[in-house]
Each structure stands twice: as C-alpha cells, then as structure tokens.
C-alpha cells in the first residue's frame, strides 16, 4: 500500500507542475503593453496603430495610458479614435528637424497621447487605435515608450529597448518598419481601408499567435502529466499483479 500511494503521490506531482505550466505560459503570452500590426512598410501612409494594454495587477484598475512617439523620426497626420468612457489629450511638439512631404514643410508632430477617465478592470485589456497620414521611412523601427498607471497609484514604465537579443522586464512597444514591396503599391503603403483591415487582422492574429504558443506548451505539459500518470497506474496494476502471482 505505502508503495501505491509514492507511485500515485509522485503522478499528482507531475501533473500538477503540468497544470502550472499551462498558466504561467498564458501569463506569459498576454503580460506587456504591445502596437499592432506589430510591422508596416517604411513611408506607409494612411494606416492605423492599435496600442493594446493589459491589466496585471489582481487588486487595481489601470485609470491612465501615457504612449510618447518618438520626434527624431515623427509620424505625421496623427488622430486618435474616440474611445468609450476614454479622454485622449493630445500633445504637438516642434520638430528639430522640419520634414518634407508633398503637401508642404511640416514642423510639428504629435509626441504624446494620454488616455484617462476610464478603468481597465482585474483580467481585462484595452485597445487604443490611432490612425496616421504617413510613417517614416528613414529607420527600421520606431518605439512607443509607454506609461501605465494603477488606480492604486503605482505606475509601470514600459520604456525599455531590446539589448543583445534578450527582452527587458518592462520593453517598450516596437513597430518593425520593413522595405516597400510591390505589393505596397507606388505609395510604397496599403491604402486606408487596407490598411485598417491589415491592422485589425495583424491584432487579431499577434494574440492569437501568443494563446496559440501558450497553448501549445500548455499542451506538452499536460501530456507530460498525462503519461506520468498512466505509468503510475502501470506500475500499480504490475506491482498488485506481482503479488497476486506470489500467493
């Protein structure tokens, strides 16, 4: 009996660490405040950002989203979609160095947008969409240094950049800018309606792909923990099988 019971109690043990896999590989997959689609070709014109932040702590609701665009390489033509129970400020900044476009010399930029009024609850997240006339097309990414603060008062920087491949605990959201294809047209960008389209099934997709992976280990572990318990009943139906044979 003292043997059947290590055998069953070292099984539970097994699928228990299984189980706990699973939700920490959820955890994983859903925990920073990331921009949507996650890449956009250089000079795009005409598309839509979507900055989704989760809410992480178990005891506060986040009341306040600070995302600052970067003004050494602006995204011109910004303009934020109402957004339910949300007032969205609005902060223009002088550019050091003007930018050229076909329609004139444009020498100011948004570089800040602040959310506040409403809640993001315990277990919820929050889509802010922002729609631009035209991104850069002098670098290969852009970061969206970002500020969410608690109804508790505490605030979590998501300003830090990759450094030798690995993540920060806290990274800022990074839009990937790639090489215009032909795809992209003359424009070298999707038009507006297509570029909505891409943004919202790029969304979509992104978190489908961190629950797909999330999913997956969950998967494995449970498997794990599945054939650590068909060998523990194995070895019990051997063992009284054993005994049987002994008498």
């Known amino acids: 009996m003292s043997t059947t019971r290590t055998t069953l109690r070292r099984a539970g043990l ?46 506060a609701g986040t009341t306040k989203v600070q995302v600052f665009l970067p003004t050494d390489h602006p995204v011109l033509g910004v303009l934020v979609t109402p957004q339910d129970g949300w007032t969205a400020k609005v902060t223009d900044t002088k550019l050091k160095t003007p930018v050229k476009t076909d329609d004139g010399t444009i020498t100011d930029a948004v570089s800040e947008i602040t959310w506040t009024g409403g809640k993001i609850g315990v277990g919820q997240y929050e889509d802010f969409n922002v729609a631009f006339g035209q991104l850069p097309d002098d670098t290969d990414q852009l970061t969206f240094k970002t500020l969410q603060t608690y109804s508790d008062g505490k605030t979590v920087r998501w300003i830090e950049e990759a450094s030798g491949g690995q993540e920060p605990e806290n990274p800022a959201p990074v839009l990937k800018l790639t090489a215009k294809s032909a795809q992209d047209g003359d424009s070298g960008a999707p038009t507006a309606s297509a570029a909505t389209s891409k943004t919202s099934g790029s969304s979509k997709s992104t978190a489908s792909s961190g629950d797909s992976t999330a999913r ?32």
């Open 14 to 59: 097994v699928t228990a660490f299984a189980a706990t896999g699973v939700l920490t590989a959820a955890g994983v997959a859903s925990a920073h405040v990331t921009v949507h689609p996650e890449s956009y070709a250089k000079g795009a014109t005409d598309g839509v950002l979507t900055f989704r932040v989760p809410n992480e702590e178990n005891t």
């Open 216 to 247: 997956g280990l969950g998967i494995g572990g449970l498997a794990v923990g599945v054939l650590g318990l068909a060998a523990a009943v194995f070895a019990v139906l051997r063992s009284r099988s054993a005994g049987s044979r002994a008498e």
